[in-house]
């Protein structure tokens, strides 16, 4: 109803869009079958070029963590992952969270859920080279979309 209303600085300066986890429940649930989800990560996309993210906002940290991960090799490597969130407040408070955590790592070592090839990098995708061309393609048209928007 914002945007609606024209309220676009309330609208990308607001943190509702940050703490979407996205679950898709609102999704699953709303009667009029709006993209929610996908609507708070557009905010959030948008918002974060207009530099307008929130300075102490834990869910941007994480969505930046994952994204940087995801993009390297177009899978998550799940231990690179973990480690980066561990330590994104610094190397006294990721120790300690290393060691809270490591009979939950050591579980999901012996399930399986935690791979000893994600010591040495991961799996990627078969073709790292596309997948970078891809993004970079998607980054292309964003910013023109941006721009045309701005001007």
Known sequence: MMIRANKR????????????????????????????????????????????????????????????????KGRTNELKLGLSLYFMNGIGEGIKKSLAMKDIGLGMMKTGRLSPMEFFGGHGVKDTSGLKKMLAKAQEIEEQHIAGYKG
């Open 9 to 72: 600085e309330e609208v990308l300066t607001s943190t509702s869009m940050w703490m979407c986890t996205s679950c898709y429940n609102c999704i699953a649930r709303c009667p009029r079958g709006l993209p929610i989800t996908h609507i708070m990560h557009g905010l959030a996309t948008y918002a974060k070029r207009l530099n307008l993210v929130p300075k102490e906002q834990p869910t941007a940290k994480f969505a930046q963590l994952m994204w940087d991960n995801l993009t390297k």
